[in-house]
């Protein structure tokens, strides 16, 4: 409390800025003061830090809380040992309309994957390049031998398609469905190409996430850059949390309950609130909620990182298990992408498992896969750190978007709320649902 306390001193007040912590003993929470009160959010990720922005552009007073002593909830960054190791294998696709409007691209110096990704399958490595974006690597990609020449034909009217039509009004399915029934491509090309990177990209094997979602992806994928910033996707969030006001944004201070118009917080104290969002995970929002949020189910999955004197790969690229047998579905050489993630002469590799495996067991089965692709080299390669996350993703399946739980951002019984749960599970959807959460909320209250 006294930290708190002194971490704001009245000169460095902002404007757009009251301090609940200073208020505490002059209005109780039960009697909310709507002229000084500040709207408070709890929650610092990708979404409650947009939501800031938002009100801070609207010159709304606001406080943001995070459980964490980081900002940036899954979008993080530690550093082991020289290594920059992000909070699971993920990247930032530079076409997501909303963090072009958000992100300071040029500050974050981003560093692009091959657009494309090499295939391990039947025991050898096998390119499949964008021919639109390495037209060089035409000939190359079409004589793979994964898929038939007829896929390449659908799979560039699924791309003149995608950059066409609105997603929104297309009908939903399963992606799976979609691809099978829809597009037509071939089991071969499913299994072997869509399947792998899908999987990594929804975190569920079975592809049956929603299609609409799969068209926007495609479009983003087919007209961006797959990137990484040099200090690790930690930075993004890092950007967004410094374009706040100075003393706005309380890190390691957990929220215990919320009502409407007030907080509390782990050491007892409550706080008075023009307004609360919920801008936490969906399990969190549940529970904070006492049960009014629901919770959509959860993709897990699974990060191994290793660091290794030579790279197994020369190339930027996205690799990916071509034929399912294994317990890894993804993995790249992270240190080929943003040569910083490792210390100079060494390099960083990232391993993706989709799903929750048991942990026992599952290094030494990786590694044993990863001899079989790469040779005896891995067994000198230094296991650094195994990332499980348990709630990595919302699920989304095929009409997430129709259902009442995932409505455009109104109050739910006095609480709003925002989070990539309620517009697609990704850190552009987490950065929209944040915005429109703030514009609601901004309209409601005049
Ligand atoms: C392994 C992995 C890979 C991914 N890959 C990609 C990718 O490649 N591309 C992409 O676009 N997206 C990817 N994502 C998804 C993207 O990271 C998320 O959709 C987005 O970051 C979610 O942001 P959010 O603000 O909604 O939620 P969160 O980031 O979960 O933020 C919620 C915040 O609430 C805080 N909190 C929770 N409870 C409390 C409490 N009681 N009191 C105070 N604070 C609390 C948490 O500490 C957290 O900071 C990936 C996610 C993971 C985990």
Request: net charge positive; charged share 15%; aromatic share 8%.
């Amino acid at each position: 409390m006294h930290r708190l306390r002194l971490l704001i001193l009245p000169s460095a007040v902002p404007a757009c800025f009251v301090d609940p912590f200073m208020n505490t003993s002059q209005h109780s929470p039960t009697s909310p003061d709507p002229k000084t009160d500040p709207v408070i959010i709890v929650g610092a990720g990708l979404a409650g830090l947009c939501c800031a922005r938002e009100l801070q552009r609207r010159n709304i007073p606001f406080l943001l809380l995070d459980a964490n002593a980081q900002a940036g909830g899954r979008v993080r960054t530690e550093v082991v040992d020289g290594f920059r190791l992000d909070l699971g294998f993920q990247v930032l696709q530079t076409a997501y309309p909303e963090a072009r409007q958000q992100l300071n691209y040029g500050a974050l110096n981003l560093r692009s994957f091959f657009p494309g990704a090499l295939i391990r399958t039947q025991g050898r490595f096998v390119q499949m390049a964008d021919p639109w974006r390495r037209p060089g690597r035409l000939l190359a990609t079409l004589f793979n031998g994964i898929g038939t020449f007829a896929d390449r034909l659908r799979l560039a009217r699924l791309r003149w398609t995608v950059s066409t039509q609105n997603e929104d009004l297309a009908a939903d399915s399963t992606t799976a469905d979609f691809l099978r029934q829809d597009c037509r491509f071939s089991a071969d090309l499913i299994q072997r190409f869509f399947r792998p990177w899908f999987a990594g990209v929804f975190l569920e094997p079975q592809l049956a996430t929603s299609s609409r979602y799969f068209r926007f992806l495609f479009r983003i994928f087919a007209t961006g850059d797959a990137s990484l910033p040099t200090a690790g996707m930690g930075a993004i969030s890092q950007q967004l949390a410094d374009s706040l006001p100075a003393g706005c944004l309380k890190l390691s201070t957990a929220v215990t309950a919320v009502s409407p118009h007030s907080v509390q917080l782990a050491d007892g104290q409550q706080l008075a609130a023009k307004a609360v969002v919920l801008a936490v995970d969906g399990p969190a929002a549940e529970r904070l909620s006492q049960g009014l949020v629901k919770s959509p189910a959860a993709c897990g999955t699974v990060c191994l990182y290793y660091a290794a004197d030579k790279p197994p790969l020369t190339e930027p690229i996205l690799v990916l298990n071509g034929d399912g047998q294994g317990p890894i579905n993804n993995l790249c050489v992270v240190s080929n992408v943003v040569p910083e993630y490792a210390p100079a002469g060494q390099s960083l590799i990232s391993v993706s498992v989709v799903g929750l495996p048991s942990e026992a067991g599952l290094e030494p089965a990786v590694r044993a896969q990863l001899t079989e692709w790469f040779g005896s080299a891995v067994a000198s390669w230094r296991h650094l750190r195994t990332h499980r996350i348990t709630w990595a993703l919302p699920a989304q399946p095929a009409g997430f978007r129709n259902t009442p739980d995932s409505p455009t951002p109104a109050s739910s019984h006095g609480l709003w709320t925002c989070g990539d749960y309620q517009q697609t599970a990704s850190i552009h959807g987490a950065m929209l649902s944040g915005r429109l959460t703030a514009t609601a909320l901004a309209e409601s209250i005049g």
